[in-house]
C-alpha cells in the first residue's frame, strides 16, 4: 500500500504533522504560541489554566527525534531552553496511517540524549556539536550503544491521535510558498526534510553505518562498483 505521504513536499509534510500537534494542544485545553525567529521557529509558548511553559515541537516520520549537543554534550540546543517536548509522529513509519501526538517533559527527554551521547562517545563513536543526535521513540531492542535513550513512549500516552486522511483535508489549503524556509534546528529534527544533501562520502557512509549497528568506524567496510 502506498505511503498517504507521498507526492506531498517536504515543507506541506513538515507543516501538516506541527499542524496535528497544534491541534492535540488545543484538544487538551492549551493555546499555543510560536516564539519569535527565523522560518518555522519550533519552540513554542504553551497555556494551560493560566500557567505557561516553552515547549519545543518536533516532528518524526521514522519515530526517532533529535535535538543537536553543545559544548561536547553539555548542553543540548533547544532542549535547554524548554520545559516540555511535543511530538507529532505517525504511527509506522513505512505505511502510516495517523499522526500520535506526546507531550514529554524536557528533564526525561534530557535524561534520555545525555545517557544516548554518554554510550556513543563510551563506545568511540563521534557525536558532533550542534548536529542533530537521534534517539528512537520506541524501545531499541538491538542493546547497542544507539539503544541507550529508546522508549520513551512506553512510559507516555498520547495526547491525541489523528487520521493523517482528515490532516490532508486540511493540508490542501496549505499554500507552500508562504511556509517559508525550515528553520535550521527543526530542519535537522527530520531526516527526509533534508533533500539537498551534498553527496555522501565514503567517510560519512562509516560513521553513519557504524551509528546503525554500533562499530567503530574503522571497521566497517565498503565497495563500491562502477
Known amino acids: 500500500m502506498p505511503n498517504v505521504l507521498e507526492g506531498l513536499s517536504e515543507t ?3 507543516h501538516l504533522m506541527v499542524e496535528g500537534a497544534k491541534r492535540a494542544l ?3 485545553g492549551y493555546k499555543s504560541d510560536r516564539e519569535p525567529g527565523r522560518g518555522l521557529s519550533n519552540v513554542w ?6 500557567e505557561s511553559r516553552k515547549a519545543s515541537i518536533r516532528t518524526t516520520r521514522d519515530r526517532w527525534i533529535a535535538f543537536p549537543p553543545l559544548d561536547d554534550g553539555k548542553k543540548w540546543k533547544t532542549l535547554d531552553e524548554v520545559d516540555a517536548v511535543i511530538v507529532a509522529t505517525v504511527d509506522d513509519r513505512d505505511d502510516p496511517k495517523r499522526v500520535e501526538v506526546y507531550i514529554f517533559p524536557a ?3 534530557r535524561e534520555r540524549f545525555d545517557a544516548a551521547f554518554a554510550a556513543r562517545t563510551a563506545a568511540g563513536q563521534t557525536v558532533r556539536n ?3 543526535m537521534w534517539v528512537r521513540l520506541d524501545h531499541d531492542t538491538r542493546n547497542i550503544p544507539r539503544s541507550v535513550g529508546s522508549g520513551i513512549v512506553d512510559q507516555y500516552k498520547p495526547i491525541a491521535v489523528f487520521p493523517i486522511a482528515d490532516l490532508l483535508t486540511e493540508a490542501s489549503a496549505i499554500d507552500p510558498v508562504a511556509l517559508g524556509d525550515f528553520d535550521s534546528d527543526t530542519a535537522n529534527d527530520d531526516p527526509e526534510a533534508l533533500d539537498n544533501d551534498p553527496p555522501l562520502t565514503i567517510a560519512e557512509a562509516k560513521r553513519r553505518l557504524a551509528l546503525t549497528f554500533g562499530v567503530k568506524p574503522e571497521n566497517i567496510k565498503i565497495t563500491v562498483e562502477a
Open 12 to 14: 506541506v509534510k513538515w
Open 26 to 28: 488545543e484538544a487538551n
Open 45 to 50: 509558548t504553551i497555556t494551560k489554566n493560566g
Open 107 to 109: 528533564t526525561d527527554v
Open 130 to 132: 550542534n548536529f542533530g
